[in-house]
C-alpha cells in the first residue's frame, strides 16, 4: 500500500530513493544546470530531518557499458553542497552492501550510475546487428532474467523505497518501477513526483470548466495520442504551430512552404470530426507571421493562414490568431499547454509564443489553474521568465507527454497498486 512522505516515520529507517540527477556535464565535467539536483532537495531533506538515512540512486547520460564520463562521482560535490551534508559515493551500484549498512542517521550515500548496468533498463547489450530475431529473444529473456537480481540487491540497502524521478516515470526501470514491489507496505512519492501527479490529475481528472489545451510544436505525429485524448476531455482546443499546418492543408487551405504532413491529414481530418461531434471549440490559426527561409532575418510578411503564397513558410502566429487565442485563455478556469506556437527559437518569430506564456500569466493571475507540460513550451516558458508565473511547470517532458496522452506511467503504478 502507497504511504506518504510527510506522515512516514523515517526513525532510524534507510530509505533508497531514485532520483532524476541527468544533469547537463561540460567538456569538464562541470555541471552547467543543477535545477533536477535542487528539485529533488526537498524529498531528500525531509528524510534526513525525520531521522532517516539516504541511499540516493540515478542514471546520468545513456552509457552502455561502465565509462567515466557518465560517472555521477562528478555530482557528488554539488549534490553535498545543496543537501548540507558530506555525501558518500558507491562506485558500483551492485556493490554497496557495506556502505549502505553502515549508514546512521542523518547519512547520505549516492550509488554510482544505474545504467552502467542492462539490468536497469531491462534491454540487451552489444547484440551483433545482423543478429537474429532468436538470438534478439533470448538475450532479451536472459537481462530479464538477471535484472531479478539486480532489483533484488538494490533493495536489500534499505527499509523504504521513494519515487522522486518524474523524468523516468514512464518507463517501467528496474529503478523506477520494479524495486516497488519489495516494499509493499513501505513505497512512497517524493515531492516532486507528487507535485507533478496533483498537476496531471488537476487538468485530466479534476479540471475547473472551461478545460483548454493549447497543443503546438513541429509536428502532429509527435502529438497524435495527445490530441487524441485531449479532444473526449477539453472545451476548448487550440491547435498551433508547426502542426497547425496540417490542419489548414486538411481542410483545403494554400499552406505555402509550411511544415505538414501529409500522411497525417486523415488523422487531422478525423479529430476535427470528433471535435464537432462532441462539440469541443478548435481554434486554428487564422493568420501566420511566414518568412522566406528558416532563419531569424528572412523577410517577414502575414498572411491568412489559409492563403499563404507558395515560395513562403508559416513561422509564427500572427496578432489575430492570438488575440482569438487570448480570449479563449482568459475565459478558461483551467489551461494545458504543450508545444510552441511558433519557431521560438528564432527572436523574430517567438512573439506568438511569448503572448501565450503572457496569456497564460494572465489566467493564472486571475484565479485559472496553469500548467505547462511536455516538449519545448517548457523552455520557452522559462527562458521567456514566465516559469514562476504560471501555476505549475512539469518537469518531465517525454513523462508528461505520455500522462497527456492518458498513459498509465509504470514509476506511478509501481507505489499505488
Ligand atoms: P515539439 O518538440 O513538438 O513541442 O516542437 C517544438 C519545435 O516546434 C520548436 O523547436 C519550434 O521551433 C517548432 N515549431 C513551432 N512552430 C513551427 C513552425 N511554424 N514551423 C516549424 N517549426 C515550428
Known amino acids: 500500500m502507497q504511504k506518504f ?145 539486480f532489483v533484488k540487491k538494490l533493495a536489500s540497502y534499505a527499509d523504504c523505497y521513494i519515487n522522486d524521478a518524474f523524468g523516468t516515470a514512464h518507463r517501467a526501470h528496474a529503478s523506477t518501477a520494479l524495486i516497488a514491489d519489495y516494499f509493499p507496505e513501505d513505497k512512497m512519492f517524493g515531492y516532486l513526483m507528487e507535485g507533478e501527479i496533483t498537476a496531471i490529475e488537476n487538468v485530466l481528472k479534476n479540471a475547473k470548466r472551461p478545460l483548454t489545451a493549447i497543443i503546438g510544436g513541429s509536428k502532429v505525429s509527435s502529438k497524435l495520442a495527445v490530441l ?59 493568420k501566420t507571421v511566414a518568412g522566406q527561409a528558416f532563419e531569424n532575418d528572412t523577410p517577414r ?21 492570438i488575440e482569438n487565442w487570448k480570449k479563449i485563455i482568459l475565459a478558461s478556469k483551467t489551461v494545458l499547454w504543450n508545444g510552441p506556437v511558433g519557431v521560438f527559437e528564432l527572436p523574430n518569430f517567438a512573439k506568438g509564443t511569448l503572448a501565450i506564456a503572457e496569456a497564460l500569466a494572465e489566467a493564472t493571475e486571475k484565479g485559472a489553474y496553469t500548467l505547462v507540460g511536455g516538449g519545448d513550451s517548457v523552455a520557452a516558458v522559462t527562458q521567456m521568465g514566465f516559469a514562476e508565473k504560471v501555476s505549475y511547470v512539469s518537469t518531465g517532458g517525454g513523462a508528461m507527454l505520455e500522462a497527456i496522452e492518458g498513459k498509465e506511467l509504470p514509476g506511478i503504478a509501481a507505489i499505488r497498486k
Open 5 to 149: 512522505i510527510d506522515s512516514y516515520d523515517f526513525t532510524g529507517k534507510k530509505a533508497i530513493v531514485r532520483v532524476d540527477f541527468n544533469v547537463p556535464l561540460d567538456e569538464d565535467f562541470n555541471i552547467t544546470d543543477d535545477t533536477r539536483i535542487r528539485r529533488a532537495m526537498p524529498t531528500l531533506k525531509k528524510v534526513l530531518e525525520k531521522g532517516g538515512s539516504l541511499i540516493i540512486m540515478s542514471h546520468l547520460g545513456r552509457p552502455k557499458k561502465v565509462d567515466p564520463k557518465f560517472s555521477l562521482k562528478h555530482i557528488v560535490g554539488r549534490v553535498s553542497e545543496c543537501l548540507g551534508v558530506p555525501v558518500q559515493f558507491a562506485e558500483d551500484c551492485q556493490k554497496a552492501d557495506a556502505q549502505a549498512a553502515a549508514l546512521k542517521p542523518g547519512e547520505a550515500l549516492l550509488l554510482e550510475n544505474l545504467r552502467y548496468y542492462a539490468e536497469e533498463e531491462g534491454k540487451p547489450r552489444g547484440l551483433a546487428e545482423d543478429a537474429s530475431d532468436e538470438e534478439k529473444k533470448a538475450a532479451k529473456a536472459a537481462v530479464k532474467e538477471s535484472q531479478k537480481a
Open 228 to 286: 487524441k485524448n485531449l479532444v473526449g476531455k477539453v472545451d476548448n482546443l487550440i491547435i498551433g504551430g508547426g502542426m497547425g499546418y496540417t490542419f489548414i492543408k486538411a481542410q483545403g487551405g494554400k499552406i505555402g512552404k509550411s511544415l505538414h504532413e501529409d500522411e497525417l491529414i486523415p488523422d487531422a481530418l478525423a479529430i476535427l470530426e470528433e471535435a464537432k461531434a462532441k462539440g469541443v471549440n478548435v481554434s486554428l490559426s487564422v
Open 301 to 321: 510578411r502575414i498572411f491568412d493562414t489559409h492563403n499563404i503564397d507558395p515560395e513562403w513558410e508559416g513561422m509564427d502566429a500572427a496578432p489575430e490568431s
